[in-house]
């Protein structure tokens, strides 16, 4: 039922960011109001690859794979962007919900040496894709204005 939980709320999180996909344009995929801080199409990009990312690392990859990962999965276009964020939450939900208890518990320990249960990345994945939506959110308000999408 936990993990059920989790993967409801980061489905609320998903739409939300498929709504702010859908209110982006071409010319609005190079705004970046700080420079040293990523682009709405960075952002856009980052959000969409995230959860493959994290389930990749959840599953002990290592640096270079991760390295491989992120070339493949480099999207020249919105549509592309949101195909690959609906990929990778199906994946997430089809991988994750198979899972019992004890799969659940299992620790697996990042390239970098993070360690986390199976349900732990989880929870990380859940934050980091909530801490992105809310800056691509806010990188829109500075572009656009007043938007009309609830985060909560």
């Keep these: 039922m936990y993990v059920e ?6 489905s609320l999180s998903v739409k939300t960011v498929f709504e ?3 209110l982006i344009t071409e010319e ?3 705004f970046r109001p700080i420079d040293d801080k990523k682009s709405i199409g960075e952002l856009a990009q980052h959000l969409c690859e995230l959860i493959g990312a994290d389930l990749k690392i ?3 990859v290592s640096q270079e794979a991760m390295v491989v990962y992120y070339t493949e999965v480099q999207c020249t276009s919105l549509i592309e962007m949101k195909k690959l964020l609906q990929k990778n939450f199906h994946d997430l939900k089809e991988n994750y919900l198979k899972m019992n208890g004890q799969d659940l518990f299992e620790e697996v320990t990042s390239y970098w040496g993070l360690k986390y249960s199976k349900f732990e990345w989880l929870l990380e994945i859940l934050v980091h894709f ?7 959110h806010t990188l829109l308000v500075q572009k656009k204005g007043k938007i009309n ?3 909560f």
């Design 28 to 30: 609005d995929l190079n």
């Design 58 to 60: 959840m599953s002990g």
């Design 130 to 136: 909530t801490h992105h939506r809310a800056q691509l």
């Design 149 to 151: 999408i609830a985060l």
């Design 20 to 22: 702010m996909l859908e």
């Design 5 to 10: 939980n989790v993967i409801n709320q980061l």
